[in-house]
């Protein structure tokens, strides 16, 4: 199983993403957490392709 950390970097709009191992703790998937103003997680994805099509959704989305 694996999650998505969607996250938002200090003075910054645009969200970046992770595909991460289920359960992965965010300090440990985002290298600079200090900087990080919000973070998202969704989970329940079977493999890393579905994980990855959510995030192409997600940027999609929110770039509306």
């Known amino acids: 199983m694996f999650d998505v950390i969607c ?3 200090k ?3 645009q969200y970046q993403s992770e595909v991460v ?4 703790p965010v300090n440990q ?3 600079n ?3 990080v103003e919000e ?3 969704f989970t ?3 493999n890393e392709g579905e994980a990855k099509e959510f ?5 999609s989305d929110s770039s509306q």
């Open 7 to 9: 996250y938002r970097l």
């Open 11 to 13: 003075g910054h709009l």
């Open 21 to 24: 191992p289920a359960g992965t």
């Open 29 to 31: 998937a985002i290298e």
């Open 33 to 35: 957490i200090q900087n």
């Open 39 to 41: 973070t998202l997680r």
């Open 44 to 46: 329940g994805y079977s």
């Open 55 to 59: 995030i192409k959704k997600f940027h």
